[in-house]
């Protein structure tokens, strides 16, 4: 029909971007009345869009052509795009065109490829997960059927097949596992999964694996008899060979232990794998080195035998010693020869059969130290009722630390004059072959040798320390340390740092540098405070006694201060060597910072400070009453006098002066006799300033001349301790500068601008007002 209204499109029929179009411009109805002019610009729109993707069109084409050159494949391609294109362009029509576009690329594209990643991710996981299980279960079942075969028949021998089958697959899995780690981060429940159940399987293959290796050690007769090492003469030097089975096996029985010792050390290198694995990123050392297995199996049986001698002999400690020792060498050798070999084929890398052996045997008698020996001491120390059963009980510790430190040494020897250097960190290895990892997990231990060390060492210096003549007599430089002539110490504070210095040494056996600063904080810096209180002490006597006043004192005082010098001095000097300097290192980690003496050099100082002062102050004090005639005089600065010379009142009191800093001289070190003069010359300075310059004295030009000479005088007195005396007295100089300057310039120029003419004229020690006060002080005459 002519007049029948066409049909309009469905709502759902239109895209989203044509609906909220028409819903913008058709809001009501009279918006229909403009329907015309909105189909004029949807046309405009539409041909806009027309002439933009031929202008795309174009442009393709102009790409294609510039291409082409290249081949003719390429160029095909290119063109089937834009035949594409072209498709697009005809098949698309109005606004939509744009969107769908962007919908293509925004929304389809990145969502089918994250399907395919996601696809391609589950046949991967899928593929893996299967992989492992099919792995572990042949573990699984090989573990069970193995386990049963040995129930029904104990004496079954088909385990070589089994765990060499196990450990390949163990491997298998491990190789996949690092591989999941490094690729596929997020698949962590997986590998803990796996984990779980390997770790189910090593829970009953490696007793297995121990028990079948213990009990072919027992086939082969091994624990040796004791009886064949002559523990008796230790120092024997041919190896018991006969009573070595390890040397005497041959054949079967041989390859069979062969076979034994390579599946527990292949299983070992496995677990140490996965260790390293799963402690990734956080302390490595536990998985990267555990002690050999295999020595292990060897030490642990002989240390169960040797049990039985050593509860015989707890007051007697030197014969366990000498039996562990001479065990461990009896059979180090065969470590090198017959057991290494088999290690290295095992590719367990970083392992020394001797170091092992050694350090397993170390460990077994710190382990029987721990639990039988020490506690049976300590016991005595703290029921010791009486003196000589506590001094006893002190004696049997010491005795026993120095048996330690032996042993250590004679079993460090077998390892470096093998050729061989410690294959681990410094306080590792140390640990791992030192007896005196004891005192490692049993830190009170370590504060009762300390103590008693300290105690010890403080009873042999008591003696010394109250005999006056070591306080006289000084150290000769040649006899105990260098260079200690430089600083008049008495022989006591050589002494003192000998003692010091043994201390010191005791704790160098230490297997770590925490242990070894624990122990020198703990007895090396009490003696240091102990000396230091008994400086302190002679000094306050001599102080209460005269305070100060005669040469006597003095001298005990500078005494005193000469040792404290020595004693920072040679601390200072140790600080520095690289046995204080890790200890330095290790306080730094713990925020502690400085030396480990930082405190006690401090304390040294002050005392020094403090009594250098004290002199000082003295002789000051003895310089002004000397002083006071001469201050009182003020007429003298105002008489005429024929002849210059020294004021009589002022010659008493520069030879006070110069006798008391000759003493010094005589008695004290030269860095703290020059801090003594030096407060001398700037306490003298001040005093007469204030004495005579501020006095308000009147000064004529004889009186000035005859100021002068008296300076002149006591400069002359310090010339034996500098070259320019004048320098240590600058207040005066300046003041007497400003007494010789004519009238004129004090009066005139000076009245301008005083603080400027007072640094010109080089007056700079001197206040505005002590400068005008001299100069009003000053008087012409004619």
């Known amino acids: 029909m002519k007049g029948a209204v066409p049909l309009l499109p469905h709502p759902s029929d239109l895209s989203a971007a044509l609906r909220r179009f028409l819903a913008e411009r058709l809001r009501a109805e009279d918006d229909l009345s403009r329907a015309p002019d909105l189909e004029v610009e949807l046309r405009g729109r539409c041909s806009d869009l027309e002439a933009s993707l031929s202008d795309l069109g174009c442009r393709f084409s102009e790409s294609i052509a510039a291409f082409a050159f290249r081949s003719e494949e390429f160029g095909g391609r290119l063109g089937e795009v834009r035949a594409g294109l072209i498709g697009l362009r005809s098949s698309i029509a109005g606004p939509s065109v744009e969107g769908r576009s962007q919908q293509i690329h925004a929304e389809e594209l990145p969502a089918l490829a994250k399907e395919v990643a996601r696809v391609e991710t589950v046949r991967a996981y899928a593929e893996t997960a299967l992989k492992l299980d099919s792995l572990i279960g042949d573990v699984e079942d090989a573990v069970s059927s193995s386990v049963t075969v040995k129930l029904r028949s104990p004496h079954a021998v088909n385990s070589k097949e089994i765990r060499l089958r196990v450990i390949n697959s163990l491997k298998q899995i491990e190789d996949i596992l690092m591989s999941v780690i490094k690729t596929r981060s997020q698949w962590a429940h997986l590998v803990s999964a796996v984990d779980h159940r390997v770790d189910r399987a090593l829970a009953v293959l490696r007793p297995q694996t121990i028990a079948d290796h213990r009990s072919l050690l027992a086939s082969l007769g091994w624990p040796p008899l004791l009886s064949s090492s002559n523990f008796a003469n230790p120092e024997t030097g041919k190896s018991a060979e ?331 000097e140790w600080c520095e060597d690289v046995f204080f300097l890790e200890m330095e290192a290790l306080s730094t980690e713990d925020t502690s910072g400085g030396c480990i003496f930082e405190e006690e050099m401090s304390s040294l100082k002050e005392f020094r400070t403090e009594w250098v002062e004290k002199i000082s102050t003295v002789i000051l004090r003895g310089f002004d009453v000397r002083c006071r005639d001469y201050f009182k005089n003020k007429k003298q600065w105002q008489e005429k006098t024929e002849g210059l010379a020294v004021s009589r009142t002022f010659i008493g009191a520069l030879d006070y002066l110069e006798g008391k800093i000759s003493k010094l001289e005589e008695s004290l070190n030269a860095m703290d006799f020059v801090a003594v003069w030096r407060g001398l010359a700037g306490g003298v300075d001040q005093l007469i300033l204030s004495g005579v310059f501020m006095s308000n004295a009147k000064f004529h030009n004889s009186g000035v001349e005859r100021l002068g000479v008296d300076l002149e005088v006591l400069f002359r007195v310090f010339a034996a301790w500098c070259l320019r005396p004048e320098g240590f007295f600058p207040r005066l100089y300046e003041g007497l500068r400003l007494l010789n300057m004519e009238e004129r310039q004090l009066k005139d120029e000076m009245s301008r601008a005083k603080e400027r003419w007072l640094r010109e004229n080089g007056v700079r020690h001197l206040t505005v007002s002590e400068a005008e006060k001299i100069v009003k002080n000053r008087v012409f005459v004619g």
């Open 242 to 572: 006969s009573g070595n089975p390890l040397i005497s096996m041959k054949g079967e029985l041989k390859g069979k232990y062969c076979e034994s010792f390579l599946s527990l050390c292949n299983l070992q290198e496995l677990q140490r794998r996965r260790k390293s694995r799963q402690l990734e990123g956080h302390n490595l050392d536990i998985a990267l080195h555990q002690p050999l297995w295999v020595i292990e199996e060897l030490v642990n049986p002989i240390s169960i035998t040797w049990e039985r001698h050593f509860s015989k002999w707890v007051e007697k400690p030197e014969f366990i010693f000498a039996l562990v020792y001479k065990i461990t060498r009896d059979f180090v050798d065969s470590m090198d020869e017959i057991l290494q070999p088999l290690v290295d084929k095992a590719k367990l890398v970083g392992y020394s059969c001797r170091e092992e052996w050694i350090s397993a045997m170390v460990t077994a008698l710190s382990t029987y130290l721990s639990k039988e020996i020490f506690p049976k001491y300590v016991d005595l120390l703290q029921e010791g009722n009486s003196s000589d059963v506590s001094s006893q009980a002190r004696i049997s510790w010491l005795h026993l630390v120095d048996l330690m430190i032996s042993f250590d040494k004679r079993m460090q020897s077998l390892i470096t004059n093998a050729g061989l250097l410690l294959s681990l960190k410094e306080d590792e290895s140390l640990q791992r072959v030192s007896i005196l990892c004891v005192f490692c997990d049993r830190p009170d231990w370590l504060e009762i040798w300390s103590e008693i060390e300290l105690e010890e060492m403080l009873n042999k210096l008591k003696p010394v320390m109250q005999d006056e003549k070591n306080w006289k007599t000084r150290i000769e430089g040649a006899i105990l340390m260098s260079g200690s002539e430089d600083y008049r110490s008495p022989a006591v504070s050589g002494a003192v740092l000998q003692a010091l210095s043994l201390l010191i040494d005791r704790s160098r056996p230490l297997p770590s540098i925490s242990l070894r600063a624990r122990f020198v904080r703990l007895a090396g810096a009490p003696l240091v405070r102990e000396f230091l209180d008994r400086l302190l002490h002679r000094c306050q006597e001599a102080e209460g006694l005269t305070a100060l006043a005669d040469d006597d004192a003095i001298l005990r005082v500078s005494q005193s201060i000469n040792a404290a010098r020595y004693a920072e001095s040679k601390l200072t």
